[in-house]
């Protein structure tokens, strides 16, 4: 089952998807659907047409989640190309909601960069609330999977060896299409980014090195983890701050980020000015 969150008039809309289109579930957003015990029940038996929505009303699957974890150095190509040694303990830093953007929402580069880098990442979408989780009961806390875009400020990351201030800019981390259940997303799931159709990043989930439910267990041990947070699980090789010379995104260009099973985010780039 794929879940999403349309923009309404009258607000948000979450939406089943279907093929050729989405089927409305109610008022709402898909973090507040899964904040109810019957979120499953509810998102699959609704009915109805079969509707059309235009892709600029797609929104963040959720739109203003309380908690976005990041991972950093989490895919063995990614740690490898950026000179490092595999970690014993996940790399964590954190987004705030103001920085997500819809799946098919325009990045206006921020002008106080000018090296701002793609990160292609599956983001993990709890669904119930869990501290202190084993490895089971983190696995049974995930509600599904979704793609985002960790945007990144290359020039204000490395400005200290925190990373928070090249991470989190201001509508900057385009997040969706849709929430996709465990069960569409195979274990070896391929995940690639594209640049103007080149291929930047490719690789598959099954090269992480901290999986999912690791992740869920270890954030839960530090911090009660609630239905609708989400941790990004880290990028794969290929960013573009690692070329030689280092590539970064430029007006007029389109992100397209994509994992097998989950569909897609596409991103078209425009400079501060234009």
Same mark, same amino acid.
């Given at each position: ?5 349309? &923009? ?28 109810? %015990? ?22 963040? #699957? ?11 150095? !989490? ?6 190309? /950026?000179?490092? %040694? ?5 790399? $964590? ?38 501290? &202190?989780?084993? +490895?089971?009961?983190?696995? =049974? ?7 985002? !875009?960790?945007?990144?400020? +290359? ?6 060896? %925190? ?7 201001? =509508?900057?981390?385009? #997040? ?23 291929? /930047? ?13 690791? $992740? ?5 041990? /530090?911090?009660? $983890? !609630? ?22 995104? +430029?007006?007029?260009?389109?992100? #397209?980020? &994509? ?16």
């Amino acid at each position: 089952m794929k879940l999403a969150t349309v &923009r309404t008039e009258d607000g948000f809309r979450v939406v089943r998807v279907e093929d050729g289109g989405y089927v409305d579930i109610g008022p709402g957003d898909v973090g507040a659907l899964l904040r109810r %015990e019957d979120w499953r029940s509810v998102a699959a038996a609704a009915g109805g047409p079969v509707l059309r929505i235009e892709p600029d009303r797609l929104a963040p #699957v959720v739109p203003h989640p309380g908690k976005i974890i990041c991972v950093g150095l !989490n895919y063995r190509t990614h740690i490898t190309e /950026m000179g490092r %040694e595999l970690p014993r303990y996940p790399t $964590l830093f954190a987004k705030y909601s103001e920085a997500l953007i819809g799946p098919n929402d325009t990045l206006t580069l921020p002008p106080e960069s000018d090296a701002v880098d793609w990160e292609a990442e599956l983001t993990v979408v709890v669904g119930r609330q869990v501290r &202190r989780a084993d +490895r089971d009961t983190a696995s =049974a806390a995930i509600a599904g999977y979704t793609i985002l !875009n960790d945007i990144t400020a +290359r020039d204000w990351q490395f400005r200290t060896k %925190e990373w928070l201030q090249g991470k989190t800019w201001e =509508a900057t981390t385009p #997040v969706g299409p849709c929430l996709a259940t465990p069960d569409e997303l195979a274990p070896d799931a391929e995940i690639s980014c594209t640049v103007d159709d080149e291929v /930047m990043q490719k690789s598959t989930i099954g090269d992480l090195v901290f999986d999912a439910a690791d $992740l869920v267990a270890y954030v839960s041990t /530090m911090i009660t $983890l !609630n239905p609708g947070d989400l941790i990004a699980t880290g990028t794969t090789g290929g960013v573009g701050h690692a070329r030689k010379p280092p590539r970064y995104l +430029r007006d007029g260009q389109t992100v #397209v980020t &994509r994992i097998e099973g989950i569909g897609e985010l596409v991103t078209p780039v425009r400079g501060a000015a234009s």
